[in-house]
């Protein structure tokens, strides 16, 4: 047993029978020939595979060629083996490891829906401790458009998948439109026994805006009339109906059995509340009653009723619902103008099969049937289209109505073609005969198998069956994403073949393989007109066209977002030369020690450790011109953490926090720890507070540490920050927080320089970096796109520069920057693991580099990538704030922090 997806799993079995399998049917109650299942070997001794629901009670029967029965449950007796010992069928249960099924925070993505003529595409969220990722689950909506007033639809049945980036289990489904006001019922699915409906959760799914009338159209009155050679039915509707789109009406004489079908519509326009349903009839003719037989009317909302005179009539959706106590308006008489008495039947002169023999496990396995008739008396009765009965021992009979084939005179000519169901007949014979044949004396006539062998005209179809390749169905399909297909003979499929509308062509391939029966593939383009697909296998045999009917999907999951420039290395020359590294294809370029940075082109400036602030999370470093060059200038950096703003699904900010005081801790020598609470409103208008936590260590050596299952080097007079947020009460797990970052670098001199700023993705560590340069000196900043939530759980990151929204300031000799960090939702904790170094680069910022400021002219020698403070950052919670500068006076130095300062409470006001 393997699990497909939903609540379906797929059985195989090996089923042994002297006289041979002939049907198998399953707890789904649809009942299959044995020849359809077989996957391997014969109908006595064959390997079987079926698709079953793990919803209701699983049982098996097996119907032999003798007519005998066996029904299979869990524990039933199979067999006995040779040493005596009795052998029972043993189905595994996918729920008996389950003690508890428990739902958190369940959500949809859409609420308070306006389904006013328009469906809405919708996704249902929802986390577990106690479910396995592929627990048979599925979701079910339970509105009364989408039931229909039919118990057994399966249309509102919705499979529940696990996305691994959200860590949530999900399920896309459709909210019909003009369905019902208010709160919807739905339920989750697990087993027959084990169903969860919407009481049990606080998550109510609402419309707040509809159009509602779930009775399709109804029939107040017929009024009926003779108009020349015509009969015409006015159809008059009731007043709260929403008219007729489109139907389908058949008529039938009462006296010559003939049958007239007539398709009615307007265009795709709406007919109204009233409209005429007209019958030509031909002359010479009979007299006789005409009576509808059969009516299917569609009204704007798509909502059907359905008459029968044969069949079952569901009470709501009849629309002679209102007029059950008299139907008398469905009968017309007509007179015949032009009377005839035909003394003869009609006559079937030729009847002719295109194929003697059937390979019914191929694809091929159409059959057409060409015959003609006629009467040369009264002649054929027009538009009177025979029927084709095929039957088979052991199957049920298939029904094949012809079409006429138009001629100038002389006899009638018809055609029928018919694809035969897969295993159809298989050993036995397929026999035909046919009926239907009514001529304007209003004598009707058919004939049996019998007649046709009498006559010496075809009469039966052999069979013969192989294993080829075929695709029979699809589940309900969401696109972009995931098709599944079901079909046989396909465990060796290499590709699938996907042909569009347009005559474009293109493949994909399977990302699963279950059994022979069913296969799963990723089709990335969305696609919303019907497509055609094959499976094309290592052989090279190619299986039938099926035609997919895609329902497109205007909303997707967040996936992450692939680098793009996987394998770039920087710097020219590359790496920095022979002497300073090498470029990997995979890392980027490796540095040889004392080099750094992301072109090997930097060095790490050895620097005093720094005293800690005691104040916040901020470090002073002084940088002073110990290299080749020496001037007067001074250079300072700061990094600061100014807020948290919360984000909906929609990406959309909808709360801001401003850090404003911190609390100090020594931990030790090297080591200093800040906390910070900001105070969030509830929708309760309950207060609860989040903790930010930030450690600052100092590393005087190089040292490997290791974060989020990655290891780092650390180099010497690095700082790192480890920032951990706890107990953020997001609005809902479909929510990310985003915090935000201000970093400037400054240069005490204001002539004769540059600057340049890049912020890019740094292939060597899995991070991306944030480098500023001033002349020779340069800040880095590195940030890992990972971070360890809850209970060690690593998730990954995304870092965005935003300053063209927030209007930063970049001069020749102040560079300023706002990084947003997003992340993902957590239940309890996020950490982060950032570090930072100060470098001196090979070469000087330039008018070329990338992002410059200059007060000079382009004189210099082209720059690389620079001067590097390495900052490991990851791209959740962050709180970073350093600052590296040097003591150059006191008073300037305070200027520069209020201007700081100012600049985020502009910020602030703004957000």
């Known amino acids: 047993m393997v699990y497909v997806g939903g609540t379906n799993y797929l059985i195989r079995m090996k089923y042994v029978d002297n006289l041979g399998v002939e049907k198998i049917s399953s707890s789904f109650g649809v009942e299959h020939s044995g020849n359809e299942l077989l996957v391997e070997g014969t109908t006595k001794n064959g390997t079987y595979e079926l698709i079953f629901d793990a919803a209701n009670n699983i049982f098996i029967t097996v119907t032999n060629a003798g007519n005998n029965i066996k029904n299979y449950t869990q524990d039933s007796l199979l067999y006995i083996d040779e040493n005596g010992i009795p052998i029972f069928l043993e189905i595994p249960n996918p729920y008996q490891n389950i003690k508890n099924i428990i739902i958190n925070d369940l959500r949809f993505l859409n609420n308070n829906l306006n389904v006013t003529s328009e469906d809405n595409m919708n996704i249902i ?38 996305n691994e980036v959200l860590q949530l289990f999900y399920g896309k489904f459709i909210v019909p439109r003009n369905t019902i006001m208010g709160n919807l019922n739905y339920a989750l699915i697990f087993s027959q026994n084990t169903i969860f409906k919407n009481g049990a959760f606080e998550a109510p799914l609402t419309v707040t805006s509809t159009n509602f009338n779930n009775e399709g159209p109804i029939i107040n009155f017929f009024f009926t009339y003779v108009l020349k050679n015509s009969i015409v039915w006015s159809v008059y509707l009731e007043s709260f109906s929403n008219g007729v789109k489109y139907g389908l009406i058949k008529i039938m004489g009462l006296s010559d059995n003939s049958i007239y079908t007539l398709n009615i519509n307007n265009n795709g326009s709406n007919l109204g509340p009233n409209f005429n349903i007209t019958q030509e009839l031909s002359t010479p003719c009979v007299s006789q009653d005409y009576k509808i037989f059969y009516m299917y009317l569609v009204d704007e909302n798509n909502k059907e009723s359905i008459y029968s005179k044969q069949g079952d009539n569901i009470a709501t959706k009849n629309p002679l619902r209102t007029r059950l106590d008299n139907q008398s308006f469905l009968t017309a008489t007509f007179v015949c103008p032009v009377p005839t008495v035909e003394p003869s039947l009609p006559v079937l002169l030729s009847f002719n099969i295109d194929r003697s023999t059937v390979d019914v496990g191929s694809t091929s396995r159409n059959v057409t049937f060409t015959f003609t008739a006629d009467d040369v008396n009264s002649g054929m009765l027009p538009k009177q289209k025979p029927i084709v009965y095929l039957i088979s021992k052991n199957y049920k009979p298939l029904e094949c109505e012809s079409n006429i084939i138009p001629t100038q005179s002389g006899p009638m000519m018809y055609s029928c073609n018919i694809e035969l169901p897969i295993g159809y007949g298989y050993p036995n014979k397929i026999f035909a005969s046919v009926y239907g044949f009514v001529n304007k004396g209003g004598l009707f006539m058919g004939l049996s198998t019998q007649d046709l062998l009498y006559k010496q005209m075809p009469y039966s179809i052999s069979t013969s069956y192989s294993f080829e390749p075929i695709l029979t169905s699809h589940e309900k399909y969401f696109s972009p994403g995931d098709l599944l297909v079901y079909g046989r003979v396909l465990k060796d499929t290499k590709l699938i073949k996907i042909l569009l509308p347009n005559g474009e062509l293109f493949y994909t391939t399977p990302n699963k393989i279950i059994g022979s029966s069913v296969i799963v593939f990723p089709i990335i383009r969305g696609l919303k007109d019907p497509f055609q697909i094959k499976a094309i296998l290592n052989s090279n045999k190619e299986s039938n066209w099926l035609t997919v009917n895609p329902i497109f999907f205007n909303y997707s999951l967040p996936t992450p977002t692939p680098p793009e420039n996987p394998n770039k290395c920087f710097g020219s020359p590359l790496c920095g030369g022979k002497d300073h590294g090498y470029c990997s294809n995979d890392l980027g370029c490796i540095c040889y020690s004392p080099w750094v940075g992301e072109d090997c082109l930097s060095k790490v400036i050895i620097v005093p ?7 916040d999370p901020t470090i002073v470093i002084p940088i002073t011109n110990n290299d080749e060059v020496q001037t007067e200038a001074f250079y300072k950096s700061l990094i600061s953490l100014y807020g948290i703003r919360e984000f909906n699904i929609e990406k959309r900010p909808i709360k801001t926090y401003i850090f404003n005081s911190w609390y100090y801790s020594q931990v030790d020598s090297d080591t200093g720890l800040y906390k910070t609470n900001i105070s969030i409103l509830l929708n309760s208008n309950v207060e609860t507070n989040a903790t930010i936590s930030t450690t600052i260590k100092w590393f005087e050596n190089q040292t490997i540490i290791n974060f989020a299952k990655q290891n780092l080097i650390m180099y010497p007079s690095s700082i790192k920050y480890t920032v951990q947020v706890e107990n953020y009460p997001f609005e809902s797990r479909f929510n990310s927080l985003e915090l935000i970052m201000y970093t400037s670098f400054e240069s005490s001199k204001d002539k004769d320089l540059c600057s340049s700023k890049e912020f890019s993705e740094s292939q060597s560590s899995n991070s991306d970096f944030l480098k500023i340069q001033i002349e020779n000196k340069s800040f880095y900043g590195r940030f890992i796109k990972r971070a360890i939530i809850d ?32 992340i993902p939702y957590f239940e309890s904790t996020s950490i982060i693991d950032p570090d930072f170094s100060v470098l001196v680069d090979s070469d000087y910022a330039t008018s070329s580099s990338l992002g410059s400021r200059c007060t000079i002219n382009n004189g210099l020698s082209k720059t690389q990538i620079a001067g590097i403070v390495i900052a490991c950052g990851a791209f959740v919670a962050i709180s970073l704030i350093a600052v590296l500068y040097v003591l150059y006076k006191k008073k300037k130095n305070k200027l520069f922090m209020i201007n700081i300062g100012n600049k985020l409470k502009n910020f602030e006001n703004e957000n």
């Open 125 to 162: 969220f929802f986390s577990s401790p106690t479910l396995k990722k592929d627990t048979p689950m599925a979701f079910r909506i339970d509105d009364e458009v989408t039931l229909d007033s039919d118990p057994n639809s399966k249309n509102g049945i919705y499979p529940i998948h696990f």
């Open 609 to 615: 450790k720094p005293q800690f602030n005691t104040t």
């Open 791 to 822: 209970n060690g759980n690593i998730v990954p990151l995304s870092n965005t520069l935003l300053d063209m929204s927030l209007n930063t300031i970049d001069s020749p000799n102040q560079v300023q920057t706002y990084i947003g960090i997003s």
